[in-house]
C-alpha cells in the first residue's frame, strides 16, 4: 500500500485508494496510487536525494552538504518519505555518536536507472536550450 501523507492540492495523500494487483494504473486519476508515486518522483528534493545515492551509501551530513539549498528538515522528510515508500533502506549502527547510512534499494537504483539519469543528461544537454526559449518568450511577452 502507498501511503504518502502529504498535503497537496489541497487533499491528504493518505485519502488514496490502497493498490490492488486488479487495478488499472491511470496517472491522470487524481485517486490512482499510481498518482502518489509519480508525485513522490517529482517532488523537489527526492530526485537529488536519489541521485546522489547512486553511488552507494551515504551519511546524513554528507547527502545535506552535497545538495545545495537542501534544509537539514527537508532532508529527513524527504528520507523518511522514500524509505517508507521502498526506494531508500536506513542503516543506523549501535555507536557514539550514532552512525546512519543510506543508500538506495534494487526499487530506488532501477527508479535512477530507467527514469532520473535520462531526465538528469536530457536537462544537462538542454538547458542552453531551455534558456533560449524563456529568452524569446521573454522577448515576445514585452
Known sequence: MILVTKVQNGYMRSDFPPYRPEMQANVFRRRCPSNAVLDMIADKWSAPII?????????????????EGLSQRMLTQTLRDLESNGLVTRTVYPVVPLHVDYELT?????????????????????????AQARAEFERRAG
Open 51 to 67: 541521485s546522489r545515492l547512486k553511488n552507494g551509501k551515504l551519511r546524513h551530513g554528507e547527502l545535506l552538504g552535497s545538495i
Open 106 to 130: 534494487d526499487l530506488g537504483r532501477s527508479l535512477y536507472d530507467k527514469a532520473l539519469k535520462p531526465l538528469t543528461h536530457w536537462a544537462m544537454e538542454h538547458m542552453g536550450d531551455v
